[in-house]
């Protein structure tokens, strides 16, 4: 297991954050494309803009609030990333891992990853929830490269937390998709004849982020799981249609309703697990 410090480049982060009163919950969110909506949701115990925390780095993508966000959701607390830092924003896979190391130092030892995603499998359909039960890590590097012991480390989601998830699922009514996450670097959409690629890969998603946060939690010993929300399909899956960012939004923010609903049940099934 890879020491959290190994990981973390700025330890005035976490200082400052526990000054700020973000340490304590043990279950951590990543809220990717429109899951951020969850936060308003639940009370607002504690917030601050990754801009004022020491070398955290900034969340520049339309949709993303760009704010750690500490919570109350019934008796239940989690600390968020409400948005979060994209490699392709240019920011090095090391400072992703960093950010997740924060959460750690903060407290988190269980982490929730969300995004949005491109469908390659075409038996999903938009709007779809899928629960990641594996990813295919296509950025071509490590989070944890560099930093200690990483040989060998595990970084699958969380057996356990995958059947908390369904169980949370389960429990509200949300039926859930599985599949395989195929994480690549972007910005750009893959072109057809790359999610011709993904398809033989096994790949049943895409999306530009999620595996480097899952790398990084797997290395420093703590349990993750994701969950991708289907805003399209991936070019060439349907012929003639073209994808864009402003439908990413607009799709996700129909689901804010079923992404709240799923992120508070999953909370209070971890924390009633323990």
């Known amino acids: 297991m890879v020491d959290a410090a190994a990981l973390l480049r700025n330890r005035d982060a976490v200082s400052f954050l526990t000054r700020e009163g973000l340490e304590g919950p043990r279950v951590?969110?990543?809220?990717?494309s429109g899951w951020g909506h969850f936060v308003d949701s639940t009370e607002i115990v504690a917030?601050?803009?990754y801009e004022q925390i020491p070398g955290f780095g900034e969340s520049t993508v339309p949709g993303h609030a760009g704010r750690l966000v500490r919570g109350r959701s019934g008796d239940h607390e989690y600390l968020a990333m409400q948005g979060r830092l994209h490699h392709y924003e240019g920011h090095p896979l090391s400072r992703i891992g960093a950010a997740v190391s924060v959460l750690r130092e903060l407290g988190v030892r269980e982490l929730v990853v969300t995004c949005a995603a491109g469908a390659v499998n075409p038996d999903y359909a938009i709007g779809d929830l899928v629960l990641v039960r594996d990813y295919i890590n296509f950025m071509l590097d490590s989070p944890a490269r560099g930093a200690g012991d990483?040989?060998?480390i595990r970084t699958s989601p969380s057996p356990r937390l995958l059947t908390a998830s369904r169980e949370a699922a389960e429990s509200e009514g949300i039926t859930l998709a599985e599949g395989v996450l195929f994480s690549s670097k972007g910005p750009s959409?893959?072109?057809?004849?790359?999610?011709?690629?993904?398809r033989t890969f096994g790949g049943?998603?895409?999306s530009m982020s999620t595996a480097p946060e899952l790398i990084a939690a797997g290395a420093m010993g703590m349990e993750a799981v994701a969950f991708a929300c289907v805003t399209n399909m991936a070019p060439g899956?349907?012929?003639g249609r073209e994808v864009n960012h402003e439908e990413v939004i607009e799709v996700m923010d129909k689901m804010k309703g079923r992404f709240s609903a799923l992120l508070t049940a999953i909370l209070a099934r971890f924390e009633g697990d323990r």
């Open 47 to 49: 917030a601050c803009p």
């Open 150 to 152: 990483s040989v060998g």
């Open 28 to 32: 951590g969110f990543v809220l990717g």
């Open 189 to 198: 959409y893959e072109t057809p004849a790359e999610v011709r690629m993904v």
């Open 237 to 239: 899956v349907v012929p």
């Open 204 to 206: 049943d998603v895409v």
